[in-house]
């Protein structure tokens, strides 16, 4: 690896290293919380109300007077919404403290004529106002689609609170009301209507304050996520594309996870000097970078510098996927972060490939009984294919992905046949069929662009795909494995075996297959002499491999005899590690917490260039689609 790794810092991020008074916002989250805990259960259960517990949270902002319980459910709500937002250090949850707070205060003093609730809301407003400087992050990527999750999510928690506030009164509840009438109530109550359930005395009055003022509740945030301003994800503009493609051509070679930075639905950082970048994406508060910067290693520390400051602005937690070696020493020693091995990356020297020998004999043999069995390959440029065969490729392998949600961003570019990407190399597997039309999915009523379609000239005589993106001037990083899946067993590997076969040709001395997690794991955990610890590791890894492809793929990358290199995920702190691991499988494409909208509802967002959007994570012959990295 050409270029020496810099020995200085451009300047240490100290924000995250060292003493600094962060935890201001951490506390005043923390008691925000436990203020909103403590309204909402001085505002459902009344004998809470008449506790020793009681007689400190009656003093809190947002349970005083006669409509204390409506006001305490309500602050209770809006406090634990507000905490989240004040322990990431959001500008705006400061804001709505340090506004709330005096309110608070001239309530309690200019109705209850309480001086200690004066004081105690004046002293939570003194350190905010302190320490106002930590509480400078912007607002995350969002879109006004929360509003809808907001009134989904607010709508459930106020029906279960309600049911809480009409159950909490049994000895005052006439008679015995069904759930379904007590539910009734509830839907009544939150649009400010009466129910079919009663109360003796003020209780009535108390259930249906409480009960209006949660509908109310759900219904002004709702508005408010609506008509907010957007702050839209950050994505590649047509200039940062320019730049990254720069500085890919000089220094592409470096990293074989490069080209992926040129995924459309990232954001960019570059250095001062313009000659790295760090290409990322902010998925549930986590700052993903994949692979290692982008460009001179010399100009790296600036890049990062960059996305720890950007990090910081946002009060995102900061974290890298998928970076080699060499990338994680530069972080780690720049930024004071911390690198855990995640697995690692199989790499094929053409040189050195051959399918002679015993270790190759499985490989040879189902490479031999495909060929015999009518199938021929061929391997090219993108650029040399007709527009007409890159678009029934793009349809085929967007038809046998084989699941709903696109997968991949470490090691994906997300898209096939696109006129800038002509150096990207396409092999493909095709067979004419003895019987047209009779394949598993075929049929006259199959329309182009079906999902489990392969009508009738559909794809013609395709029956795989396999898509490589440049690596450097002499080499090709894996992108996705599509096939069809009434095809042959074996056509990844017979694929593979071509592409190979065909790299010299096409100046060509390094292929870069899938990355297997925990790979070392699995080898050292089968091995003679393998310690207790890690043969129960490699246990474990081998029983989540019914679900996720670890074991299969670490065995399938190892059939062609690849030398390992080791990837890294780098993060701030061991408490971190579920979130990121949750942000990254997220962006992955392997969890989506999100209900995904009906068609008809979603966004449409314009396309600068055709493509077809399909994942690096390519599914092997004899698994579902299931997780590849």
Known sequence: MSGAVPARHTRVRRVLRGPRPANVPLLVGRACALVGLLDIAAGVFPRFRHSRMHALAEVLPGAFGPFAAALSLSAGVLLLLLAHGLRRRKRRAWRAAVALLPLGAVAQFGYRHSLLGVLLSLLLLAPLLRHRDQFAALPDPRSRWRALANLVLMSAGSLLLGLLVVNAHPHRMLGDPSLADRITHVLYGLFGVEGPVDYRG????????????????????????????????????????????????????????????????KGVVFSPSGKAAVTYRVVSGVMLAGGDPI??????????????DEAQAHSWT???MGCSETGGEVWTRETGLDALELGDEAVVDVADFSLAGRPMRNVRQMVKRIERAGYETRVRRVADLSDA????????????????????FSMALGRVGDPADGDCLIATAHKQDDEPGNAPGNGPGNAPGDAPGNAPGEYGDLKAVLHFVPWGRDGVSLDLMRRDRAADPGMNELLIVAALRAAPKLGIARVSLNFAMFRAALARGEKIGAGPVLRAWRGLLVFLSR???????????????????PRFVVYRASADLPRIGLAAMQAE??????????????RRTPVRRPCGHVSRHGHLPTRPPTLNT
């Open 589 to 602: 494409g392997f969890v989506t917490l999100a209900v995904p909208l009906p068609r008809f509802l979603r």
């Open 318 to 320: 900061p974290a890298v």
């Open 547 to 565: 679900w996720f492809q670890i074991e299969s793929l670490y065995k399938f990358n190892a059939k062609f005899r690849p030398r390992w290199e």
């Open 389 to 408: 065969e890159l678009d029934r490729v793009r349809r085929a392998a967007d038809a046998w992905r084989g699941t709903d949600t696109e997968r991949g």
């Open 295 to 308: 460009g001179d290693v010399e100009a790296w520390p600036g890049a990062i510098e960059r996305f720890m």
């Open 202 to 265: 003020n209780t009535t009055w108390t259930v249906a304050f409480s009960l209006g003022a949660l509908g109310l509740l759900t219904a002004i945030t709702t508005i408010y996520l609506a008509f907010r301003p957007e702050h839209p994800a950050a994505r590649l503009t047509e200039d940062d594309e320019t730049r990254l493609r720069a500085l890919l051509a000089r220094h592409g070679g470096r990293d074989s996870l490069g080209h992926f930075a040129l995924r459309r639905d």
